[in-house]
């Protein structure tokens, strides 16, 4: 039997004992001693741990041990008669003690279920046999084999096979990618339909596997500022409330001489005096908050970052590779009805060119470009390409121009490369940095939930606006070079209102001191790089934007469950400590308010944990 | 130097904080964290005084529930 059905055995026991024994001495007097007896016999049975804890507390010198105060409380009942709510006390607590562990316990599992990532054994493949070994023993260079089902157990490199992969576990994202030969490949990924063989790239301790499972066993390090407001009011509360106890207990029977009356009143003061139910229900909806967010693929470091999070209302984005996709792609052809053959006429002149755009313009023709043109390249307008006595030109507009060739000026953001046959005008290709299609979703939900919305560049001011329009946000900083982005960050830290929190999201490329500086930083695809994993407050773990303000949505759930909790805790436990002097307060409305408190707080907790 | 231990049978969240609030005090500790919900400490302090520093902290853990026991990490 496991220590929790130990428990609930004990408690069903105490229960069926309690209430015969209430029942039988309704029916029957018995004389007071035999009754006594019976009581304590069954308060033994379900106090007698607690009881030993609380002797064992004072012998360490803990006398604000709960366990303690739990053991007086009900001493108290017993001397003053109040048998039956003695061991109701008692029982009400073990009720409430074992339904925290079960909640805590609940919860833990949760979290590690989601993190059951860590791979138990890789199948290494040397000399053509296959060998199952500890994930720590295998080496870089080395093959190992992982079939359909499994979880890929280290980052590596495909070297054979196909199969569909399930990144569910990392990135939140349920549709299936495929992956075949020369595809990086990273832990804890499943591989659904084929056999992979792959070449290790990492050792374990390097895996994504075991970054992540790093991060999140210690995000609990970092508390909030509501978790360190608990545990310093923790510190004075069950102080305060014994010695309002005590004094309550001895003061005005010296004036009415009603010693059993305040007496137990002041035991109720005693049955509220653990803040348990505050000190546990706000970590636990923490965890769960954090537990929800990695459930989308979102890596909250610590319960802080959540509150700020929360709290965030600026969001400052770099521009390229966060809200663009950060590479060149052929955004327009124009006319688009002379698409193909613009393209496919443009193809031969870029031809074998490692120029961005050139590659971007063979990637958006579908084909390599026509053999046995010779090319010159004319430096700084583009390209000439001649076979047979035919010309095509592609370039910029003087290249256009010097060629006598009239052209319209698009009305597109971008690169632009004019396309002409034989010294007529074909067309021309906009290429530019596509932005990524959640894009404008993501920035579009961060305004409804009222946030101010910033990029930043180091591209030019034309560039910047056209972008920042397309894309929505509320203000852009243009012409940034790297380093200037800190200190807009910093001048955007400074201008800002008191209590307002400045969020800064980037690629995590380069941009590690302004993650370190902003108040959230938030790294996006951070399983690939280290240093944004070290940097960043939060991280994305895939490439998509619109898990901001799922993100953000998710930390204000979780902060509304803790503000809950703590007005609602604190609101019930001193209103019983208000009423109790005026004679208002049985010592069962004093349970509930310990006991049934607590257990309606750790639920309510639970609730954070819900995506 | 920073250093991350796992707590056994650390049973309850209040007893964590006490815990916290009793190593903080130790002479040395730089900083320390005590998570219920992780079942972690991670501590602070200067290299040269861990050993001394770690038989502190295991007496404070013991002074407020000695079934807790300090693991390595």
Redesign the interface.
Same mark, same amino acid.
């Given at each position: 039997m496991s220590r929790n059905q130990r428990a609930l055995v004990r408690i069903l026991v105490t229960t069926v004992l309690l209430a015969v024994l209430v029942a039988v001495t309704h029916l029957i007097s018995l004389p007071w001693y035999w009754e006594a007896i019976a009581y304590l016999a069954v308060y033994l049975l379900i106090g007698f741990d607690i009881v030993g804890e609380a002797v +064992?507390g004072i012998g360490? +010198?803990?006398v604000f041990d709960?366990n303690f105060l739990m053991v007086l409380a009900t001493i108290g009942a017993f001397g003053t008669g109040e048998y039956p709510e003695a061991v109701a006390v008692m029982l009400l607590y073990q009720i409430g003690e074992l339904f925290q562990?079960y909640a805590?316990g609940k919860?833990?599992g949760s979290i590690s279920e989601l993190m059951n990532l860590r791979p138990d054994t890789a199948r290494l493949l040397a000399d053509g046999q296959e060998l199952e070994v500890l994930p720590e023993e295998v080496e870089v260079g080395q093959i190992i084999l992982v079939k359909p089902g499994e979880r890929v157990p280290l980052d590596g490199v495909v070297v054979r096979g196909e199969s569909a992969l399930d990144t569910a576990a990392l990135t939140g994202e349920s549709m299936p990618r495929p992956c075949g030969p020369g595809d990086e490949i990273l832990s804890g990924v499943i591989s659904t339909s084929g056999v992979l063989e792959i070449r290790v790239e990492k050792v374990f301790y390097d895996s994504t596997v075991s970054k992540i499972l790093d991060m999140v066993?210690?995000?609990?390090?970092?508390?909030a500022r509501a978790e360190k407001f608990i545990?310093r009011f923790?510190?004075y509360y069950t102080p305060i409330v014994v010695c309002l106890a005590v004094v309550l207990a001895v003061v005005p029977p010296l004036f009415d001489g009603q010693w059993v009356l305040w007496i137990q009143k002041a035991l109720n003061f005693l049955v509220v005096s653990?803040?348990?139910a505050l000190?546990?229900s706000v970590?636990?909806s923490?965890?769960g908050g954090i537990g929800a967010a990695s459930k989308k693929g979102i890596l909250v470091k610590g319960g802080s970052y959540l509150e700020q999070l929360a709290k965030a209302d600026i969001f400052v984005f770099d521009k390229t590779g966060t809200l663009t996709k950060g590479s060149f792609e052929v955004t327009q052809v124009l006319p688009e009805s002379g698409r193909e053959e613009i393209l496919r006429t443009a193809a031969i002149a870029e031809r074998g060119s490692l120029h961005p755009i050139a590659q971007s313009v063979l990637r958006a023709a579908g084909d390599p470009g026509e053999e046995g043109w010779s090319l010159t390249e004319e430096a700084g307008r583009g390209v000439r390409a001649e076979k047979a006595g035919h010309v095509i030109l592609a370039g910029n507009s003087r290249l256009m121009e010097e060629a006598g060739i009239s052209v319209p000026v698009p009305d597109a953001l971008g690169t632009v490369v004019y396309v002409a046959w034989d010294g007529a005008y074909l067309g021309c290709i906009v290429i530019a940095d596509a932005l990524k299609e959640d894009s404008i979703a993501a920035i579009e939900g961060l305004k409804a939930l009222g946030a101010a919305t910033v990029m930043l560049t180091g591209d030019n001011e034309a560039v910047a606006a056209a972008v920042a329009k397309q894309v929505g946000v509320t203000q852009y900083a243009a012409g940034l070079l790297p380093g200037d982005k800190v200190q807009k960050v910093e001048e955007l830290l400074q201008k800002k209102e008191k209590g307002s929190v400045l969020a800064f999201v980037g690629d995590g490329i380069n941009d590690a001191p302004v993650l370190m500086r902003a108040d959230v930083g938030v790294a996006m695809g951070g399983i690939g790089s280290d240093a944004a994993i070290e940097a960043a407050d939060v991280v994305l773990m895939h490439d998509r934007l619109s898990a901001l303000p799922v993100a953000k949505e998710i930390a204000s759930k979780t902060m509304k469950i803790v503000r809950q909790n703590i007005v609602f805790a604190l609101g019930i436990k001193l209103l019983v400590l208000a009423l109790t002097p005026f004679g208002l307060v049985s010592i069962w409305l004093a349970i509930f308010a310990d006991v049934g408190v607590a257990m309606l707080a750790i639920l309510n907790a639970m609730r954070a944990g819900r995506v | 130097m920073k250093k991350?231990y796992r707590l056994q049978d650390l049973?309850?969240?209040?007893c964590a904080?006490k815990m916290?609030?009793a190593i903080a005090k130790i002479d040395g500790v730089q900083s320390v964290?005590v998570?219920?919900?992780?079942?972690?400490l991670?501590l602070e302090c200067e290299e040269a005084r861990l050993a001394e520093i770690l038989e502190k902290v295991k007496a404070c853990i013991?002074?407020?529930e000695?079934d807790t026991k300090l693991l390595g990490a």
């Open positions: +064992g360490r +010198g803990q709960e562990r805590v919860s833990r066993e210690n995000a609990s390090g970092k508390k545990t923790a510190k653990c803040p348990c000190v546990i970590p636990l923490f965890f | 991350v049973d309850c969240a209040n904080a916290e609030r964290t998570s219920f919900m992780a079942q972690k991670t013991a002074k407020v000695p």
